[in-house]
């Protein structure tokens, strides 16, 4: 089974801090996604990423940036958090390709920015 | 660009009743439908998938859907529900090629003995 690991479950953290959320795959997919999670609202798309070192904006790029360095890791880094980033972020990976593809979520990061 | 509508917020239901969820979408193109499954403290995980094809789906958990095209609809049912399958239940959409996987609110549904 492909396993989405993502490193914290919990955080706390102050308004302006950076703050950096990793998450790992182990299955050699190509496609990673960071989505945030909030109550009536879903899972709304943040960042995605096709391959190494290529990025793309989902609907609420705003406040965040990614990176990926290494196929298996995706990274989700808010520069300065401010507390409207209080949420459950999910990553997520797929294997190639487009629309078709089942998404495997890892268990979810709650930040709580103060 | 895609759109996923789910209808009911939270779905009460006693145990051994059926369920029935209710999701529309709007897009302009041939689309793929996925629900999803997320457990108390879980991550997401794929209930059934409709690609292409017969229109009734099964899924895994007893857990079965139905895509019809004119309705725009992609309503998730199961027969007789278990305490088990308190949940909340997200409906997805993507566009043919499109790597951007859109969901719903999300439904909660509750079980009761």
């Known amino acids: 089974d492909v396993k989405v690991t993502q490193s914290s479950r919990y955080l706390v953290k102050r308004t302006g801090e950076k703050v950096f959320l990793e998450c790992v795959q182990d299955?050699?997919?190509?496609?990673m996604f960071w989505y945030r999670q909030d109550p009536g609202l879903g899972l709304r798309l943040i960042y995605f990423s096709y391959d190494v070192k290529m990025k793309e904006k989902g609907d609420i790029p705003e406040g965040y940036s990614v990176s990926r360095e290494k196929k298996e890791r995706f990274s989700l880094i808010l520069e300065s958090a401010s507390t409207n980033q209080t949420s459950m972020y999910l990553c997520?990976?797929?294997?190639?390709?487009?629309?078709?593809?089942?998404?495997?979520f890892g268990a979810g990061s709650r930040l709580t920015v103060l | 660009a895609q759109s996923v509508t789910q209808l009911d917020s939270q779905v009460p239901v006693f145990e051994e009743a059926p369920v029935e969820l209710r999701c529309n979408y709007s897009s302009s193109v041939s689309v793929y439908l996925f629900w999803y499954v997320q457990y108390p403290n879980q991550g997401l995980q794929l209930l059934l998938k409709?690609?292409?094809?017969?229109?009734l789906v099964k899924g895994i958990n007893g857990f079965e859907a139905e895509f019809n095209k004119s309705q725009t609809s992609f309503h998730l049912r199961k027969p007789s529900v278990h305490i088990s399958d308190t949940a909340e239940y997200f409906c997805?959409?993507?566009?043919?090629?499109?790597?951007?996987?859109?969901f719903g609110a999300g439904t909660t549904v509750t079980v009761r003995a």
């Open positions: 409709y690609l292409s094809g017969s229109t």
């Open positions: 299955m050699d997919h190509e496609n």
């Open positions: 997805a959409v993507s566009e043919l090629d499109d790597y951007k996987l859109s």
């Open positions: 997520a990976s797929s294997l190639q390709g487009g629309g078709a593809n089942v998404l495997t």
